[in-house]
Structures are given as C-alpha cells and as structure tokens.
C-alpha cells in the first residue's frame, strides 16, 4: 500500500529535544517526509531498514511550520496521496492537529503514533496548545503566496443599479493550486483536496476586491431545494436562497454549473440570493425568493431586477430522461430534444419563464438571452480558463459565487423586527 510518513522532529516536550528515530517496526512507507530544522536534516539516523523500505525521503527544513506543512500537502497531491502515518510525540499531535484542521480536509487521512519516538522525555502527558498562534501563523503564510492565473476577475450586471455592489466570481487570483481547483476556489469540502485556510484565503482576496471586506457574508447552505432564509431570523441547517434589507449585509450563492442567481429591489432596497441547479429550478426556488420579497418585505414583483450568473448552458448539460422530460411542463423549449436517451435541459430558460410567472418583467432579467448587455451567464463547462464546472471537471471541482449587498444606511441598521445577528461565511453542501 503507497501511502506516506510524517516524522516529526520538531516538537519535543523541551528545550533542545528533537525525538528520536522511529522504532523500525513503527512502519514501512512508501514515502518519508522529515518535518525538522535543516541542522537536523540526517537521513542517516534512520534505521537502515526503514529508509531500504522507503521509495523517497523529503526533508521539510525550511520556512515556518505553515510553510513546511503546506509543501507537504502539495507533495501528497502530486504524488496523489491522502494516507498519513504521523510519528510524533504528545506535544506534537496536539500541535500538528490543528494544522490538520487548516490546511487538510476529511480526504486526507492522519493516523498518530505519539510511541514511535523512543525519547524518554516526550513519553508524558500531551502539552496544552492554544490554536490562535497558528491560524495566526496559517494565514500570515498564505495571505504571502502569488495568485494564479492571473489578477481577480468579478463580472457585474450592468441592469443592478449602483446603489447595490454585486459581482459574479471567475476562477482567476486565488491561491489554490489543485488544477480542477485553481485558483479561486471558494468553497472547501471533505470530498474535495481545498482546505478551509486556504478558501478562506481566497475569499478574503475577492472581499477585498469587490469592496465588501470585512463585511460579514451569507452564503447559502444548499440542500437543492427552495427554501429561503429572511437574515435575523432563525438560521436553518440548509436553505437554497437568503434575503434581507440590511444594508451592508453580503448575501451569496455558490455555482459550479448551477447557477447563482441575484435579486435586488432598487424601490424597496430589498435584495435575495439563490442557488439554482436542476432540482431547485423545478422545485422553485427563483419564484420563492420573489415570493419571500414580496410577503415579508412588501416588494412589487415588477420592481424587482434578476442577475443569472455563470451557469452550465443547454450546450453541455444532459439529464436522464424522466427529470429532464419533467421541464416540458415548465416549456417545451426547455428540452430541445426529448427524444434523446439523455436530453439537453436549458435550466437557464426554464429561470426566466417561472420569474415571468410569479411577475417579474422580462427586461428586468439578464441572463444569456439578454444580448444588448453585457454577458454575465457564460457557459461554465464551455469555459475552463474563467469558470469551474462539475459536469467538466468531476468530483473535485471548484466554485464560483455570486454575491449582492445594499450600499449605504437609509433604511436603519436592522430589518423589520429582527434583531438576531448576522452570522459570516456559512458552508455549502455540494453546489
């Protein structure tokens, strides 16, 4: 079995302590990683027959421990890897776990030996770590890292007035560096290889881009349904669309092929954000969101402008037949061709025909049958150089945000009797 072994070397329980070799019955990896300074870079200390037993022996020797670790990461990426044998003492697991936390997701897995280091001196009790030192250390680390592919690029809907900031994401000026992922991923999972440091890394960059950092962001926990969460009241586990009237609030949707749609009522200044993929389009969750607009905060539906993001158009995007035939009944259009074992769905199309039905005017939404502005809903899988796509990629795939919040303070601080505060970025199940 190729999997890999950390040695830890750095954190002993005192002064000057280093640990020791590994026992040599300790294991038997394909691939040794060093975790040391460079004056104790010796591969000779290690038993003959452990290192015989080794394909590679990387020292990690230089830069901070974040620095270190990270290379490591990259290292097991590279070498395709997510198995990790960690031989360390007490004080070292309790050290080294909350870099686990930061830079490594459930698909990586960790498995400590704290009596694999035969130091009399680090065989206690595990020494007491406080955590914020090293989030401290993780995100100095990676706020100094170069973006990829280039300078942030946010697309805006020229039919939301100025007195809202929005933007859709693309893909380009983050840090992460997994080709599927790269390079601003915004949206860490434990079925994917982004960690939570480093999209927390790339979110800080686009919310100081855009213009809304450090303001708190709601992004919505998809369940692929059409529930909608009104911020300041309670805060459901999952919910595909959120609205509010706070201004300075940052209401988010994620996409990745669905699609991210924006809603902003310029009369009221009321605005909505809502994940839209397959399953939600039928279930209605567009409607439902001008619904909540229109119910809780008194919204004309005619008032309300609709911004349909980055989204996988009816070129690249098949279903099984029964769920696809099931958007005849939204229009025939939907399907171009039904008769196919797996036909194409135009879940775009199918959008703007059930807004139209709750009210909303068809010049009030841009999405790509709007040609006389510019385009804001590309094709993401006809796109990889702007746009993630789960259809293209597969399973690690990254993702993309839309995001919406009202500019300044005219109508108070608070929506209507809500007086819950509003909590910042929120997780996402699979978008």
Same mark, same amino acid.
């Given at each position: ?46 038993? /003959? ?15 901070? #421990? ?38 490594? #997701? ?44 280039? /300078? ?133 969750? /567009? ?145």
């Amino acid at each position: 079995m190729s999997d890999a072994v950390l040695l830890d070397l750095l954190h002993g329980c005192g002064p000057g302590c280093r640990g020791a070799s590994p026992r040599e019955e300790a294991a038997r990896p394909s691939h040794v990683f060093l975790l040391c300074e460079a004056r104790d870079r010796h591969e000779h200390r290690l038993p /003959a027959a452990f290192v015989s037993s080794c394909r590679s022996v990387h020292a990690l020797d230089s830069g901070s #421990t974040a620095a270190r670790l990270y290379r490591f990461k990259q290292t097991l990426d590279q070498l395709d890897l997510s198995a990790v044998r960690v031989l360390t003492t007490p004080r070292g697991r309790a050290v080294l776990r909350v870099y686990q936390e930061l830079l490594f #997701t459930a698909l990586y897995t960790f498995e400590y030996h704290v009596d694999a280091l035969t130091c009399p001196g680090c065989a206690g009790s595990a020494h007491s770590h406080s955590p914020g030192p090293v989030e401290e250390e993780v995100s100095g680390f990676l706020q100094q890292l170069p973006a990829l592919k280039g /300078a942030i690029r946010v697309l805006k809907s020229s039919l939301i007035p100025e007195c809202f900031g929005h933007g859709f994401s693309t893909r380009s000026g983050g840090v992460s560096y997994i080709p599927t992922l790269s390079s601003l991923n915004l949206f860490s999972s434990k079925r994917r290889r982004d960690p939570g440091a480093v999209v927390q890394e790339n979110r800080r960059r686009l919310a100081l881009h855009a213009g809304f950092h450090p303001q708190p962001l709601c992004l919505v926990k998809v369940d692929h349904g059409s529930h909608v969460w009104v911020v300041g009241s309670a805060e459901p586990e999952h919910y595909d669309a959120v609205v509010t009237d706070r201004p300075g609030v940052v209401v988010a949707a994620p996409g990745a092929d669905c699609m991210p749609i924006l809603f902003a009522d310029p009369v009221s200044k009321v605005i909505g954000a809502a994940h839209a993929g397959w399953k939600g389009t039928l279930m209605g969750v /567009a409607m439902a969101t001008v619904g909540v607009m229109v119910r809780d905060f008194g919204c004309r539906a005619t008032d309300i402008v609709v911004a349909v993001g980055p989204s996988v158009g009816a070129c690249c995007f098949t279903l099984d037949r029964q769920p696809a035939l099931d958007f005849l009944q939204v229009h025939q259009d939907c399907v171009p061709d039904p008769e196919a074992t797996r036909p194409h769905v135009n879940i775009r199309l199918a959008n703007r025909v059930l807004l139209q039905r709750v009210g909303v005017l068809p010049e009030h939404i841009h999405d790509d049958s709007e040609t006389q502005r510019s385009c804001v809903t590309p094709c993401s899988c006809c796109h990889p150089e702007d746009f993630f796509s789960h259809t293209r990629d597969g399973l690690n795939f990254g993702t993309q945000v839309g995001f919406l919040w009202i500019r300044g303070t005219d109508r108070g601080d608070g929506p209507r009797g809500r007086t819950e505060g509003t909590p910042g970025w929120s997780g996402v199940s699979h978008p």
